[in-house]
T-cell receptor, first 113, second 115 residues
């Protein structure tokens, strides 16, 4: 069965600092991996996805993530945090050849001025 | 930009009552999904629907739950007899194709409170 672990339920960074949100996955087949963001009182918005093409994936708002098979990781990064990046971020993996997404527990990103 | 919409945004019901949560997927999408998020917990898959039938469902999706696409635009989730533990945010999602190719787009959610 697939699973996703997000280390750190809360991450706090200063505005302009590097953002690093960690995601490790478990999958018995080559995975498809996703990062979603949830702003307060809104739905889940796709930031980026990995579907077995380039291992470094670029998404919206200057976010990117790198698929590392050897580490079973798909960490999300952004070079410089903005106040508007404060939100909850979810990493997800698909199930075996299906359309079900398995989500991690989420990481709440706080950005300090 | 097309988006998934859900109504109502908040539903309060008494335990044992039936509720229907409504979703309007993006118009050219063919795959539809329901997920839920109990407060403080992970987003969990409930069911996927394609070609007018359920294609996958989780253990959570028991006989109390059903889904329907009653017309060309709506996709509904019915809970027949609500329990306290059904209180959660319910998200509808849709995609044009399968996950390997296309993105799942999520609606803003319906917060269900069972008293």
């Amino acid at each position: 069965a697939q699973s996703v672990t997000q280390l750190g339920s809360h991450v706090s960074v200063s505005e302009g600092a590097l953002v690093l949100l960690r995601c490790n996955y478990s999958s018995s087949v080559p995975p498809y991996l996703f990062w979603y963001v949830q702003y307060p009182n809104q739905g889940l918005q796709l930031l980026l996805k990995y579907t077995s093409a380039a291992t470094l994936v670029k998404g919206i708002n200057d976010f990117e993530a790198e698929f590392k098979k050897s580490e079973t990781s798909f960490h999300l990064t952004k070079p410089s945090a903005h106040m508007s990046d404060a939100a909850e971020y979810f990493c997800a993996v698909n199930n075996n050849a299906g359309n079900m997404l398995t989500f991690g527990g989420g990481t709440r990103l706080m950005v300090k001025p | 930009e097309p988006e998934v919409t859900q109504t109502p945004s908040h539903q309060v019901t008494q335990m044992g009552q039936e509720v229907i949560l409504r979703c309007v997927p993006i118009s050219n999408h063919l795959y539809f999904y329901w997920y839920r998020q109990i407060l403080g917990q992970k987003v969990e898959f409930l069911v996927s629907f394609y070609n007018n039938e359920i294609s996958e469902k989780s253990e959570i999706f028991d006989d109390q739950f059903s889904v329907e696409r009653p017309d060309g635009s709506n996709f509904t989730l019915k809970i027949r007899s609500t329990k306290l533990e059904d209180s959660a945010m319910y998200f509808c999602a849709s995609s044009e194709g399968e996950l390997s190719v296309d993105t799942q787009y999520f609606g803003p959610g319906t917060r269900l409170t069972v008293l």
